[in-house]
């Protein structure tokens, strides 16, 4: 039986199913899809996990995306690929220094991003994704709240410009996102006069200023389907081109540059936790159990209500 065929029959014998991240590889994308399971943004991984009704979820991802699978679902068994796939935002926000930080500005509400640990997700008042990071902040802000905001400093500061909500940001940043090079940019539009230049909002100011769309993991793929120009720029992880190619496949789809004089990325235009991801890894875990997700109950319980609120407002 080839690798596939193998994990197919684990996940029915296991009652299973592949929640897969758009970052991570092609062919762990398609097994998500054939076999029942989902590819999609962290949030709607999170979602899916707790609406089916199998009771062990493989999530392919990193893990704070396993962590808030299960937050919202307790009750079953969640397994990452592999427990050192982490990354840059959540191992840049330690809980207790963030604590201290919340304290110190007790005036204000706590808005954390999804890519942080269950710990700090624990410590805030509301988690929100990239997808949802604008509208929750212009609701707080309408209502009169001052925001702290963590971890990461480029869609903070993102959020910040369009809602001009009184924001304190912490200093996080994604390494992948924050290796866009804005010059080099320039230079690939003005050879592609033509296209669309479309950015994930981890990215820094001075490339998300180019762009025609800025937007979460899922609003990228359905803006290149609907875009009119025929060549797309994207300036986001590369592993997004599987679902962008699918959904738009008329397009030529072209990676924003991060390669400039001064590049010094050492997984351009790739995460590498996500890539840490496999096929291999996924027959292993279902067989052996292995990488399964434990969070404390009062972590868990708290951690919930930041997650719920973002749920029951994009309800
Ligand atoms: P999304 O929530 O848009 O999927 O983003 C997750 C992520 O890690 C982006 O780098
Ligand atoms: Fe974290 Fe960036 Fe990797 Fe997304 S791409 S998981 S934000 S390091």
Redesign the pocket.
């Known amino acids: 039986m080839s690798l596939r065929e193998q994990i197919k029959a684990e996940l029915k014998a296991k009652d299973a199913v592949l929640v897969a991240h758009y ?1 991570v590889s092609s062919d762990l994308q398609s097994l998500a899809d054939e076999t029942g399971g989902i590819v999609s943004d962290s949030l709607e991984m999170a979602r899916f996990g707790h609406n089916s009704d199998a009771k062990t979820i493989i999530v392919a991802g ?1 893990k704070f995306m396993g962590e808030t699978a299960k937050i919202l679902s307790p009750e079953k068994n969640i397994h990452v690929l592999d427990m050192n796939a982490t ?4 191992e840049g926000c330690n809980a207790d220094e963030f604590s201290d930080f919340c304290d110190k500005h007790s005036d204000r509400k706590v808005v954390v991003y999804a ?1 942080t640990s269950a710990q700090v997700k624990a410590r805030a008042d509301w988690m929100v994704t990239s997808g949802s990071a604008v509208s929750v902040i212009n609701h707080l802000h309408e209502s009169g709240e001052k925001i702290l905001w963590a971890p990461d400093k480029h869609l903070g500061n993102y959020v910040q410009e369009q809602s001009s909500a009184d924001m304190i940001l912490w200093d996080g940043s ?4 924050e290796k866009f090079k804005a010059d080099a940019l320039e230079t690939l539009k003005s050879l592609n006069p033509d296209s669309a230049i479309l950015v994930h909002p ?1 990215s820094p100011k001075e490339v998300i200023s180019l762009a025609d769309f800025v937007g979460s993991t899922t609003a990228l793929i359905k803006e290149a389907s609907r875009r009119k120009e025929k060549t797309i720029i994207v300036a986001t ?1 590369n592993g997004i081109f599987h679902k962008m190619r699918e959904a738009a496949p008329d397009k030529k789809l072209i990676e924003a540059p991060t390669m400039g004089e001064s590049a010094d990325c050492e997984s351009c235009a790739h ?1 590498e ?2 890539a840490m991801n496999s096929l291999d890894k996924c027959l292993s875990v279902l067989r052996n159990g292995d990488n399964e997700i434990f969070i404390d109950t009062k972590t868990s319980n708290k951690a919930k209500q930041s997650i719920q609120k973002l749920l029951d407002f994009t309800a």
């Open positions: 970052y990193v990354c840059s935002l959540d890519n994604c390494v992948v996102h981890e992880d995460c936790w996500m």
